[in-house]
T-cell receptor
């Protein structure tokens, strides 16, 4: 079974703090993704990575950065958290090479910024 | 650009009744299509996917979906709803040149009445 784990299920941070969300997958997948999930908006892609040290912006990258130093680990960084970044954050991974490969998701991190 | 529309943010059915969740996509080029399910407090998991083989696709837990090119639709059905089917369902689409990105619908929350 593919396992995608996220460092925290729930996180509460203050405005202006630097926040790190970590994601680890154990299936040697090339692709990794960070999404934000908000009610009525579905999933919106923040960043994705198709290889170590490679990253591409998704639909809503503003206010976020990412890091992929190892194949199995993909980190999302909020440089200075703001209240409008309160949301559910989902990490996913998939194989490279054939576009119909499904994405496997972690359980999510519910971030509250106060 | 590709878009996905899920009709109805909430659908309520009685236990044992037919479930129909609607998904329409915008592209004239047949894409790859997916249905994912998110149970409460969990990440998303794949229900089924269409990749240009059979137009009727069977998934887990009795769900199936039919790809209709003429209607640009990929509606999800289940002939008999169970209480355990209560969850949020997401339709997603990708294309061969999409660099592995999925375009997501806003989601439909399925409510099962006893």
């Amino acid at each position: 079974d593919v396992k995608v784990t996220q460092s925290s299920r729930y996180l509460v941070k203050r405005t202006g703090e630097k926040v790190f969300l970590e994601c680890v997958q154990d299936m040697d997948h090339e692709n990794m993704f960070w999404y934000r999930q908000d009610p009525g908006l579905g999933l919106r892609l923040i960043y994705f990575s198709y290889d170590v040290k490679m990253k591409e912006k998704g639909d809503i990258p503003e206010g976020y950065s990412v890091s992929r130093e190892k194949k199995e680990r993909f980190s999302l960084i909020l440089e200075s958290a703001s209240t409008n970044q309160t949301s559910m954050y989902l990490c996913a991974s998939s194989r490279m090479g054939w576009v119909s490969y499904e994405q496997y998701f972690g359980p999510g991190t519910r971030l509250t910024v106060t | 650009a590709q878009s996905v529309t899920q009709l109805g943010s909430h659908v309520s059915v009685s236990e044992g009744a037919l479930v129909l969740l609607r998904c329409n996509y915008s592209s004239s080029v047949p894409p790859y299509l997916f249905w994912y399910v998110q149970y409460p407090n969990q990440g998303l998991q794949l229900l089924l996917k269409y990749t240009s083989a059979a137009t009727l696709v069977k998934g887990i837990n009795g769900f199936e979906a039919e790809f209709k090119k003429s209607e640009t639709s990929f509606h999800l059905t289940n002939p008999s709803a169970h209480m355990s089917d209560a969850a949020e369902y997401f339709c997603a689409v990708t294309e061969a040149d999409s660099n592995y990105q999925l375009i997501w619908g806003a989601g439909t929350k399925l409510i099962i009445k006893p």
